[in-house]
């Protein structure tokens, strides 16, 4: 008799364990294996419907990742991106170049100017698939260029703001025409620079000024809003670039600064100082332009 019971119990407690393991598998199905795709950078080509001054630079450090459609997340550059795909027939992933809109990583997103690529494949669960993503400007865009260092004088370009050291022509070895201030202490310790070319970007329009740059010293750029014919409001400087002894670009986002001051037109600003006790320092800027729809 007791070893009836003894049965029983163990039966019982059989099929207690044998519910609680089909309700975990209820509660957490078996996981599907992805199929990895690793992206070390984007290749940037020359789209030949644009205006062919537009620089073929760019700073692309993130991709925003989407698989047939639905987005799958925000991904540093370089990564390997998981993909759950549903069975084994092809599916697309479109890949979105991510830029820093201010200089600050903490401020991504996706560049408004520069095409999807798009990416058929097979799923291959638990497997790793290279891809090189391709992007280039929309055949759409306006572009205006805020800089003409070709011979004319930076002060076709930039007009020294105040007091200070002015920008001078320079042509670089990598990037070509270019603008250039050199700082020596104690006399030429600063500069401030406006644009001379203006641009009137649309309310409610994607707008950027983007630029080139090499600087020894730490950069401040920003905007004036001319409200009309006589009355300008005094420069605003946006963000702040630290030093970087190579060529770099930066995107600076515009369409909030319009949307609040709604300026009939815009100049660029640039700025520059060495700190106290350096004895000298440069930045240079090249490819400065203005791009919106």
Known sequence: MNRICTQIKYCLIFVACYLMVQSCNVINPSEQTPTYI??????????????????????????WAYYNNYLIGVFDLPCTIPVITNGDAT????????VATDGLNNTLGVYPFYQLDTFDFKPQPGKVINHVPVTKYFSDILFTPLSSFSGGGAGSSFALYGTGVPMEEYNDSLMGASGIVTFSAPADTNSTDSGVITFSPALNQSAYVEFDYKSTVPIYVGLQANLSLSISSTPYFLAGINPSSTWKKFYLSVADFNAQYQGSSYNFYVKAAIAPGVSSGSFEIANVQFLTY
């Not at 690793?38 to 991709?63: E, G, K, M, W």
């Not at 599916?91 to 991510?98: F, K, N, R």
């Open 38 to 63: 690793h992206v070390d950078s984007f290749h940037f080509v020359r789209n030949p419907l644009v205006n062919y001054r537009i620089a073929d630079t760019h700073q692309i450090t993130c991709v």
């Open 91 to 98: 599916g697309q992933l479109e890949l979105a170049a991510g």
